[in-house]
Protein backbone atom coordinates (compact mmCIF):
# COMPACT_ATOMS: atom_id res chain seq x y z
CA UNK A 1 0.00 0.00 0.00
CA UNK A 2 2.01 3.61 -1.04
CA UNK A 3 0.49 6.78 -0.42
CA UNK A 4 0.01 6.92 -4.90
CA UNK A 5 -2.30 4.08 -4.32
CA UNK A 6 -4.33 5.48 -1.35
CA UNK A 7 -4.69 9.06 -3.83
CA UNK A 8 -6.23 7.25 -6.72
CA UNK A 9 -8.31 4.67 -4.91
CA UNK A 10 -11.66 6.53 -4.90
CA UNK A 11 -13.39 6.87 -1.45
CA UNK A 12 -17.21 7.40 -0.65
CA UNK A 13 -17.75 9.92 2.23
CA UNK A 14 -20.74 9.44 4.11
CA UNK A 15 -23.08 12.55 4.63
CA UNK A 16 -22.33 15.24 7.68
CA UNK A 17 -25.52 14.60 9.35
CA UNK A 18 -24.57 10.59 9.40
CA UNK A 19 -21.17 11.47 10.73
CA UNK A 20 -22.07 13.71 13.05
CA UNK A 21 -25.07 10.82 14.51
CA UNK A 22 -21.93 7.90 14.81
CA UNK A 23 -19.80 10.33 16.94
CA UNK A 24 -22.61 11.57 19.26
CA UNK A 25 -23.29 7.70 20.04
CA UNK A 26 -19.79 6.73 19.56
CA UNK A 27 -18.12 9.45 21.94
CA UNK A 28 -19.20 8.07 25.13
CA UNK A 29 -18.51 4.97 24.35
CA UNK A 30 -14.74 5.36 23.62
CA UNK A 31 -14.48 7.75 26.72
CA UNK A 32 -16.20 4.91 28.88
CA UNK A 33 -13.07 3.11 27.29
CA UNK A 34 -10.21 4.96 28.01
CA UNK A 35 -11.65 5.90 31.19
CA UNK A 36 -11.63 2.10 32.08
CA UNK A 37 -7.83 1.89 30.59
CA UNK A 38 -6.86 4.32 32.84
CA UNK A 39 -8.45 2.45 35.60
CA UNK A 40 -6.82 -0.35 34.66
CA UNK A 41 -3.77 1.29 34.89
CA UNK A 42 -3.87 2.86 38.31
CA UNK A 43 -5.28 -0.55 39.56
CA UNK A 44 -1.76 -2.53 38.07
CA UNK A 45 0.77 0.57 39.52
CA UNK A 46 -0.84 -0.23 43.06
CA UNK A 47 -0.87 -4.09 42.48
CA UNK A 48 2.74 -3.64 41.29
CA UNK A 49 3.60 -1.69 44.72
CA UNK A 50 1.45 -3.25 47.16
CA UNK A 51 1.70 -6.54 46.38
CA UNK A 52 5.77 -7.38 46.50
CA UNK A 53 5.13 -5.15 49.76
CA UNK A 54 2.27 -7.59 51.17
CA UNK A 55 4.06 -11.04 50.21
CA UNK A 56 7.50 -10.04 51.82
CA UNK A 57 5.54 -9.08 55.19
CA UNK A 58 6.82 -5.54 54.91
CA UNK A 59 3.23 -3.79 55.10
CA UNK A 60 0.61 -5.81 56.61
CA UNK A 61 -2.95 -5.75 55.42
CA UNK A 62 -4.32 -2.82 57.56
CA UNK A 63 -0.77 -0.81 56.47
CA UNK A 64 -2.00 -1.34 52.69
CA UNK A 65 -5.31 -0.10 53.50
CA UNK A 66 -3.89 3.49 54.54
CA UNK A 67 -1.90 3.13 51.45
CA UNK A 68 -4.10 2.94 48.82
CA UNK A 69 -6.83 5.58 50.63
CA UNK A 70 -3.41 7.65 50.80
CA UNK A 71 -3.25 7.51 46.98
CA UNK A 72 -6.89 7.92 45.99
Given at each position: ??????K?????????????????????????????????????????????????????????????????
Amino acid sequence: LSTDGIKTTPTIMPPLSLMAKFGSLSYPIFERIFSSLKENQRLAELRDFLLPKLMSGEIRLKDAEREVEAAV
